[in-house]
Each structure stands twice: as C-alpha cells, then as structure tokens.
C-alpha cells in the first residue's frame, strides 16, 4: 500500500470518527469514498456501513448524503438532476410484514412508493414504464415541473430503489437507472 493509499484511509477514519461525535445519527461509524473518473465518465462510490453500498455511477456526481428517513444516498449532477439510491434488507421494510421477495416484493414495494408520492403530490401522474420479472421494475412520476424515474427492485435478498429527479431531463431514464442497477454492489 502506498503512502497516498494509507493517507486517504486514515483520513476517511478520521472523518468518520470526528463525524460521529459531531453530527447527530443513528448510524454507526463509516467510511464514505466518491471519485469521479474523466476517463470513463463515471463516478464511484462507495460507503462502508450500516447500509453499505459500492456502486459505479455513469456520469459525474456529487454525493450529498443519507437521508436516515427514507435511508437514500443522494447525489446531485451539474444540471441539478438528483439521484437518490436505496439499498436495504427486505425484511426489514416496514410494508414488507409478510417477507415477500420477487415479483411479489417489487410490487409491493412500487405500490407503497407510488401511495406516499401520489398522497404528497396530487398533480403527479404514476405509471410502470419497464418490467424484469422478479429483478426490478421502472416506475415514472411526472408533473409539469418533474420527470422522475425510479426503479424498484431485489438484489441479493436486498431491496433497491433507484430514482432520478429532473427538471431538465423530461425523459424516461429506464437506461440510466437499469444501469446503476447492474452497477450496484
């Protein structure tokens, strides 16, 4: 291990450590990483904790944090697009009292999303765009200011929710969200 390795590893510590003592949470200590790499125009990100995830974005994004309410990763784009990724134990779902997995859980899970977007912003208009039997689904939210893509599926007895908020982009983002899916560790 070089000495740059070791200095970016004590200091991803050293933040953790210090932000634990300093920042309100319910999680415990963890190591956050977010690069992005010109070459490939990605960006990767990494988090060791209680919701660990390593995962390759396509583009380059800004990581902004964790939401402890809906237990997101966000992340924000040049153009303010903001992508949200959630990764998590099927059991452990508050909708999911009957551990349902597969089919039956990406359903579930879409059904429970769609009832909290749709109560909260009664403009939107909900519809499944995208279906992988028993990988995932793509939802779409759209109203006249938002197009919003999410993905809703299992991964390695995992939950996932994908989505991506855009003002600017009023496309269907099935592509971009099936592939942080595949990206997704």
């Known amino acids: 291990m070089n000495k740059i390795s070791i200095l970016i590893i004590t200091t991803l510590v050293i933040v953790a450590v210090t932000s634990c003592f300093t920042n309100k949470h319910n999680q415990h200590i963890a190591l956050t990483s977010d690069k992005y790499n010109p070459d490939s125009n990605t960006t990767s990100f990494y988090y060791l904790g209680d919701y660990s995830i390593n995962v390759e974005i396509p583009g380059k994004w800004k990581y902004i944090g964790f939401n402890n309410d809906s ?76 197009q919003r893509t999410f993905l809703y599926g299992t991964l390695n007895e995992n939950g996932v929710r994908i989505g991506i908020l855009s003002k600017t982009n009023k496309n269907i983002q099935t592509e971009f969200v099936s592939t942080i899916y595949h990206n997704l560790k």
């Open 71 to 146: 237990r997101d990763f966000t992340f924000r784009d040049s153009l303010n697009q903001m992508l949200f990724i959630f990764k998590g134990g099927r059991g452990t779902s508050s909708f999911n009292k009957n551990n349902l997995d597969g089919d039956d859980f990406i359903d579930l899970f879409y059904k429970w999303d769609s009832e909290y977007y749709l109560a909260n912003n009664p403009n939107l208009k909900a519809k499944i765009v995208q279906r992988v039997s028993n990988k995932y689904l793509v939802g779409e939210y759209v109203d006249s200011t938002y």
